[in-house]
């Protein structure tokens, strides 16, 4: 397994997530020795969601996700979360980026009202 496919996925992600919304604000948040490069995190007038890699997946949690209409079935972990949803992506899984991008502007909308 390469790490090339995680870096691609981050990505990708990272540039679905800009593009949800004009105002969408990237940071690193949560560095520690364990993990020096820390935690990618978005957010528009709220946190939206986080990015993290791991040996055997890509992870995006939304910080509401639970409050988020998910009709395509992206959100995969977390599922008994009180509040989060995640989307686990693993080497060779396709992503629907349509509804991955639609759960990001919910996640704008709901923390815009």
């Known amino acids: 397994m390469s790490e ?5 996925t981050v ?13 969408v604000v990237e940071e690193v948040k949560w560095r520690k020795p364990t993990n020096p490069d820390g935690v ?3 957010s528009c007038d709220g946190l939206i969601c986080t990015v993290e890699t791991y ?7 939304f910080a509401k996700g639970a409050s988020l209409s998910d009709p395509a079935g992206v959100f995969n972990a977390s599922l008994d979360a009180g ?3 995640a989307v686990d992506i693993r ?7 349509a509804a ?3 759960l ?10």
């Not at 080497?91 to 980026?97: K, P, Q, R, Y």
Request: hydrophobic letters at 30%; glycine letters at 2%.
């Open 40 to 42: 990618p995190t978005f």
């Open 83 to 85: 509040t989060r949803r």
């Open 104 to 113: 990001v502007r919910q996640a704008v909308a709901l923390n815009r009202s």
């Open 100 to 102: 991955f991008t639609d």
């Open 91 to 97: 080497e060779g899984e396709e992503l629907d980026e």
């Open 11 to 23: 990505a990708r992600l990272r540039t679905l997530i800009t593009q949800a919304d004009p105002d």
């Open 4 to 8: 090339d496919w995680r870096s691609a």
């Open 55 to 61: 040996k055997d997946k890509v992870k995006s949690t």
